[in-house]
């Protein structure tokens, strides 16, 4: 190994120990509850309403689909389509 190689191996390890992401102590990235959302009270994004759709089509709930609902809102009703269609 080249020493430029083994200079890049030991950045690429010290990175690796100062991502958040992988320090088992850091709970900041940890999946949250939609009502505790601060961006849920906005629009549901178009992959929602997309997604959203398809899950109430397939799930013969024509009242599942509210284009109006916010992104927390559209985040239950997909979790608990997804549970009733057997896609959880």
Known sequence: MTAKATAAKKTDTHHETENPKQ???DTSN???DPKDW???SE???G??????KTLAEQ???DEAFDPDLDK???SQRIDALRKETGKD
Do not use: V
């Open 38 to 40: 601060t961006t849920g």
């Open 23 to 25: 320090d088992s102590k």
């Open 59 to 61: 799930a013969k709930d």
């Open 30 to 32: 940890r999946i949250k």
């Open 43 to 45: 629009p549901m994004t």
């Open 47 to 52: 992959a929602q309403a997309s997604y959203l």
């Open 72 to 74: 927390a809102e559209a």
